[in-house]
C-alpha cells in the first residue's frame, strides 16, 4: 500500500473498532453485500489518513466461533469495507480480527479458547503495533463499547468512546464523543495542538 505523504510520525495510529464504529451492524453480519459505512466515517478516515495516521481496524468476531460465520466471511466483509473507502482516500492499513470465544457457546471447537487477542485485551492492538512499528503511546483507539477503550487503554493508547445518542459513559475513556466525525475532528484538535505546543503526543 502506498505510503501517504505525512506531517506526523508513521509510526502514529488510529486503531478502530469495525461493526458500529465504521459500518452498520445487524449481527454477525457474513454478507459483504450488507455492508454500509455509518455517517461521517469515509471523511473522518480521510481526514485522519491525510493528517498521517495509519488506520487499523481490531475487531472481535465471535460470530466465527459460535459457527454463524466463517473466518472467509470476515474476509469479504473487510474487503468490500476497503473497497468503499478507497476511492476517497480513507483506505485501511490493516485489518486485524480475533474468531476466539472462551465457553459453550463457541461450537466450533477450533475457536473454543480465551484469547489475548479478543478484546477488552490489548493483543490484538499489541501485535499490529510490533508489526507495523507503531508507537502505542503517540496513538488512539475508537469505538463505540467499553471493551474497545479497555483495550486501547491497555495497550496504552488514548481513546475515544463514540455514544452516539449521548447515553453511553465510560470513566475509562479519554473522551466520549457523539459520532465518528466528532472523535476523528478530536483526534485533529489534540494533534494540532501538541504540534503547536512543541509537546510529543
Keep these: 500500500m502506498t505510503t501517504t505523504d505525512t506531517t506526523l510520525d508513521a ?10 464504529t465504521l ?6 453480519l457474513k454478507d459483504s453485500g450488507l455492508v454500509a459505512l455509518l455517517p461521517g466515517v469515509t471523511e473522518g478516515l480521510a481526514r485522519l489518513r491525510a493528517a498521517g495516521y495509519q488506520l487499523i481496524v481490531v475487531s472481535n468476531q465471535s460470530g466465527v466461533a459460535r459457527g ?7 474476509v469479504a466483509v473487510n474487503a468490500r469495507v476497503q473497497a468503499l473507502l478507497e476511492p476517497h482516500g480513507a483506505a ?3 485489518f486485524y480480527h480475533c474468531p476466539f470465544l472462551p465457553g459453550d457457546e463457541a461450537i ?13 485485551k490489548p493483543g490484538m492492538l499489541l501485535l499490529a503495533a510490533k508489526e507495523h512499528h507503531i508507537d502505542l503511546t503517540r496513538s488512539w483507539m475508537i469505538g463505540d463499547s467499553v471493551r474497545d477503550v479497555e483495550a486501547g487503554r491497555a495497550a496504552g493508547c488514548r481513546t475515544i468512546l463514540i455514544a452516539r445518542g449521548g447515553s ?10 457523539p459520532t465518528f466525525s ?3 475532528m478530536r483526534i485533529l484538535e489534540e494533534g ?10
Aim: charged share 30%; glycine share 4%; net charge negative.
Design 108 to 120: 466450533v471447537a477450533e475457536f473454543r479458547r480465551d484469547s489475548d487477542l479478543r478484546k477488552p
Design 11 to 20: 509510526r502514529t495510529a488510529v486503531f478502530l473498532d469495525r461493526d458500529n
Design 68 to 74: 454463524l460465520l466463517t473466518e472467509a466471511d470476515v
Design 92 to 94: 485501511i492499513d490493516a
Design 168 to 177: 453511553a459513559q465510560s470513566d475509562a475513556a479519554d473522551h466520549v464523543e
Design 182 to 184: 466528532a472523535a476523528a
Design 23 to 28: 459500518i452498520h451492524d445487524p449481527g454477525y
Design 192 to 201: 494540532n495542538r501538541n504540534q503547536g505546543t512543541g509537546a510529543i503526543n
